[in-house]
Structure formats: structure tokens, C-alpha cells
């Protein structure tokens, strides 16, 4: 059974940083093949922030985040990290990291088969 943990979620003010950790478990080579991370703020529907293929590295981000956000890996630790620069007040979003057994990253929800528990990121102006 893949486990999703996601962490490092805070309250920042806007331009500051945060980076948030996503641990995964319970899976073998092949089971899965790409992790995204995903947020949903209150009251909006939950959209594709970025992914990457942890075989090899290959990234995809949605436009919103483009030179702001970087999503990097470390398959020795089993871990998907999300760094957020300059971040701005419509950032603030509980964020998820979510992963897929097959394909390139793509931020279309109905691919990805597992998703953690979320970790709260709130960016004041």
C-alpha cells in the first residue's frame, strides 16, 4: 500500500519561503512512476502545481508557479520536495502531494492513484 506523508507547511509572509516534503512508502520499482503536488484553497477546486518523473527527473508546473516553485526528488530517501519562492497571497492553499503508477507528469488529477493527507501553507500579504 503506497503512503503519502506530506510536510513543512507554515505561514509565511508574501516573498518568503517554504519547503514542503513529501514521503513516500510502501511501494516497489514500478509500482509508481511520477509524484505532483497538487493544491486546493477554500471554497476552489484542487489543481496541479507540478510533478516529476522519479526515474528521471523530468518536471512539468502549472503556469501560475512557473520560476517561483521547484519540484526535485531524492529516491535514496524516498522523498519529493516542493520549494516555494516569492510566494504570493494566492498561494495560501492546503497542499497535496499525490503520485501515479504510469505516464509522463501531467497535472490532471484523475491520473494520480494516491494522495496523502495535506499540509497547510497560508501566505499573508
Known amino acids: 500500500q503506497v503512503q503519502l506523508v506530506e510536510s513543512g507547511g507554515g505561514s509565511v509572509q508574501a516573498g518568503g519561503s517554504l519547503r514542503l516534503s513529501c514521503a513516500a512508502s510502501g511501494y516497489t520499482g514500478g509500482t509508481i512512476n511520477c509524484i505532483g503536488w497538487f493544491r486546493q484553497a477554500p471554497g476552489k477546486e484542487r489543481e496541479g502545481v507540478a510533478s516529476?518523473?522519479?526515474?528521471?527527473?523530468?518536471?512539468y508546473y502549472a503556469d501560475s508557479v512557473k520560476g517561483r516553485f521547484t519540484i526535485s526528488r531524492d529516491n535514496a530517501k524516498s522523498a519529493v520536495y516542493l520549494q516555494m519562492n516569492n510566494l504570493k497571497p494566492e498561494d495560501t492553499a492546503m497542499y497535496y502531494c499525490?503520485?501515479?503508477?504510469?505516464?509522463?507528469?501531467?497535472?490532471?488529477?484523475?491520473?494520480?492513484?494516491?494522495w496523502g493527507q495535506g499540509t497547510q501553507v497560508a501566505v499573508s500579504s
Open positions: 516529476i518523473y522519479i526515474g528521471g527527473g523530468t518536471e
Open positions: 499525490a503520485a501515479k503508477k504510469s505516464g509522463w507528469p501531467t497535472l490532471t488529477l484523475s491520473e494520480f492513484n494516491y
